[in-house]
């Protein structure tokens, strides 16, 4: 399988200014698949250090951060020779071992020429508590599930992932039935790269729903090991509640479907923690469609989203027979497949923050409204064919200085003050009005 991630590790690795990298994300988004192929591939051995397994390391940087007595322990340990610039070193699960996380601001100042690369499940979590951790001595990278041209290169379409790319939306409208067939696909799969590589291979979604399945029990063990005593029932009620949450005609989080009564202060604590694991998204509103967007968010109104549109499904228990009943995969959860699926595609192309319009009334709403380089980008998720855009002209006659977009399984066209770009083709959204 090929990542884009993998360009962007290339790059760190080639850097002359060079930093330790931190990699986080939730498991089993293939962050040590990841760190491993860079080693295999761009240097001569690997040292690879997981502080969950090797318990008899978690102790290493309790006597001190001396990169060079480290280093030592760690060939000593391992039988063999660490070369700066020919080694990598990998820290996995780094959150596990005490002083870890503070000991790249030495390794950054004492032997920037070593590549070093630390990455943890909990990593997010770990980063909220560390007191001492090395602003500005080490670089970022927040690894998402695949996302659909990842899927595309996985099942072998790569002319296919380069039309998206060059956005020859004329040869993609020729090939729709082929596009939307593969994109119902991707909605059950989803993006953990176990669940696309057993799909690649066998196109079984039995095996795919057993793997995905695996992975929230997966999840669900980490909540009772890690998550703090207290928090563990109402960590469970958020995330056995994102469903149904979604699925609601508006889905504006509501504190009183997981307990009679709750208030949102009793379930901060767990909404944060999920967050700073990775499992979910919290949208929030914003109140104008002004620069910058958050300084207009109204925090305590929010919809949540989970990190991959498969595990949805799984969450859900969305049968595979619906991905050859018409177009009924699209409208399950009325509609928050497809929701989800554009919140991913987002994230992969690098938007930090995003947020969801909604008028005082309450009588029109846009799903997503997200910045970019200076620009706002009001859009529209539409699950069908069926392109009634009362909304988004509702908040066009508000703003009708900014371009709108719907993204929807309608072909790509452009008009005056709103642009449709195909669902399949929402990685694009930014550069389609890039030069005006």
Known sequence: ??????????????SKNRKPLLIYGARQVGKTWLMKKLGEKEFENTVYVNFEKEISLRNIFEQDYQPNRIIKLLETYFMLTIIPGKTLVIFDEIQEAKGALTSLKYFREE??????????????????KETSFPV?????LNLYPMDFNEFLLAKGHKNLCRAIEEQDWDLLTSLRSLIISLLKQYLFVGGMPEAVLSFSKSESYQEVREIQNAILQSYEQDFSKHAPTEVIPRIRMIWNAVVSQLAKENKKFIYGILKEGARAKDFELALNWLENYGLIYRVHRTKKANFPLAAYADLPVFKVYTLDVGLLGALGNLSAKTLIENERLFTEFKGSLSEQFVLQELKAIGVKQLFYWANDSGSAELDFIVESDNKIYPIEVKSGENLQAKSLKT???????????RSSLSDFRMESWMTNVPLYGVNQLFLIHKDE
């Open 111 to 128: 032997m920037q020429e070593l590549h070093l690369i630390g990455a943890g499940s909990l990593l997010g979590i770990a980063l909220e």
């Open 395 to 405: 908040f066009h006659d508000k703003h009708p200085e900014l371009q709108c977009f």
């Open 136 to 140: 500005g001595q080490v670089s970022f």
């Open 1 to 14: 399988m090929e990542r884009k991630a993998e360009h962007t590790l290339l790059n760190w690795k080639n």
